[in-house]
């Protein structure tokens, strides 16, 4: 969402993992630590920090999750829980809470999600960093390079170069990874037009970034390399002369073309000028230069993403929250989906058939997903919550203090950003993110 405040729970106690033995009670067994240890370097910090936690890890089996005999045992013998729906109808007081560190992680709200689980999944925080809030947005994972950025959400800047974003700075975070926990960390470095960067996305041989600009620089999107020195091009950064909003996420189609989401949280951040658009959806073509609105009629447009045919277009709405941290329940946090059509004279797509795939029972939607079944991944208050392509609240993966946004990697992995916190996740390795090509 934008770079807006998010709630910190308290800080979590060791996870556990539930372990039984046949014909007896599940115990509940302490996880053991990895002391080993890694050093982490953070270019341009005097310090190298990098907390690792606990792995949280179902113990091995044999069975297929496909198979009958295994269903007990995916249910009493893993760090995941299944939900009875008719006992949370009936508002009982057995949901997990969403700000605290939970010991089995993964939420069972209907069995197609076991499989996407697989044999093992795992939830593991890879760095904790109390300094700032380093992991908010983005998450693009460059695969050539085995690399992953992320953008932070807003810090404190009082250098005199930060007067036109109200004091306030956002870092581009570049994290290598030799090993799923062996890695390096670092600073991009950026040229100041990227000021403010929230979401982005693949694109050719790097990424494009939102660049929510500031009060004296445009707000548009931003094509940056993926390779040192990270040069950066401008590629839009109006609407037929008009600026945009503050630019929030991105997603590219097959076709080439840039579809992104424009609310107007840099505005009540205090850190861009009076909008002078509504809040819409656009679809920017970088070959001929036209750009389009898509759709309009939201509180803050915000995730947006295609489902594996790209015949469907999802977006969500974080009305829920405005950029000067305030929440209100009766609005909106709702994943729409639209149908693309095509005009048959002329072969441009729109939209039609507008519908509400889901609302969010914690927090909002924020950054959004499919895998390469048509599920649909949404960070919300408590983590990433999945939906079947027809709307079903299928599982979760409960993060303490929620996710605003999430990556999915290699083979079943997915990161995870909780502000000051990275978590990887590992689910079988058929379960990839949509349109990828990994």
Not at 24 to 48: C, E, W
Not at 376 to 402: F, H, Q, R, T
């Amino acid at each position: 969402m934008g770079t807006s405040p998010r709630n910190e729970g308290p800080k979590p106690e060791k996870l556990h993992i539930w372990s039984s033995r046949p014909g007896s009670r599940p115990k509940l067994k302490r996880a053991a630590t990895d002391g080993t240890g890694h050093q982490v370097s953070f270019s341009g910090s005097s310090k190298s920090s990098d907390e690792r936690g606990p792995l949280v890890s179902a113990s091995s089996r044999s069975s297929s999750p496909q198979t009958s005999p295994s269903q007990k045992q995916w249910v009493d013998n893993r760090n995941w829980q299944r939900i009875n729906r008719q006992s949370e109808a009936l508002w009982k007081e057995e949901i997990p809470s969403s700000t605290v560190a939970q010991p089995r992680p993964f939420l069972i709200y209907h069995d197609s999600f076991l499989p996407l689980l697989g044999q093992s999944p795992t939830l593991q925080l890879l760095i904790s960093d109390p300094r700032a809030p380093f992991f908010h947005e983005a998450g693009v994972f460059h695969a050539p390079s085995n690399t992953l950025f992320i953008t932070s959400n807003q810090i404190p800047d009082p250098s005199p170069d930060a007067v036109t974003t109200h004091n306030k700075t956002i870092v581009i975070t570049k994290i290598e990874f030799f090993s799923p926990t062996d890695f390096t960390r670092d600073k991009v470095r950026c040229p100041e037009r990227n000021y403010m960067a929230n979401g982005g996305t693949n694109f050719r041989d790097g990424l494009i970034i939102c660049a929510q600009g500031s009060l004296k620089e445009p707000s548009g999107l931003i094509y940056m390399e993926a390779k040192r020195p990270h040069k950066t091009t401008t590629l839009i950064n109006n609407y037929h002369s008009r600026p945009f909003n503050s630019p929030n996420d991105v997603v590219v189609h097959s076709d080439g073309s840039i579809w992104f989401t424009d609310p107007i949280y840099g505005y009540e951040q205090g850190f861009r000028p009076k909008p002078q658009l509504p809040q819409l959806v656009y679809r920017f073509n970088p070959a001929t230069g036209d750009i389009r609105v898509m759709a309009d009629g939201f509180g803050r447009p915000n995730g947006i993403c295609f489902s594996p045919d790209e015949q469907t277009v999802y977006i969500t709405d974080t009305d829920y929250i405005h950029g000067d941290g305030s929440t209100d329940s009766t609005r909106a946090a709702t994943i729409y989906a639209y149908s693309i059509l095509y005009d048959p004279a002329t072969n441009s797509p729109f939209l039609a058939t507008r519908r509400v795939f889901a609302y969010a029972d914690t927090g909002a939607p924020d950054g959004i997903k499919c895998d390469v079944y048509g599920n649909v991944y949404a960070g919300c208050g408590d983590g990433v919550n999945v939906w079947n392509s027809g709307g079903m609240l299928i599982g979760k993966i409960l993060i303490e203090g929620g996710c605003a946004n999430f990556c999915f990697g290699r083979e079943g992995e997915m990161w995870c950003f909780g502000e000051h916190k990275l978590w990887r996740v590992k689910l079988a390795d058929e379960t990839k993110g949509a349109l990828l090509g990994m």
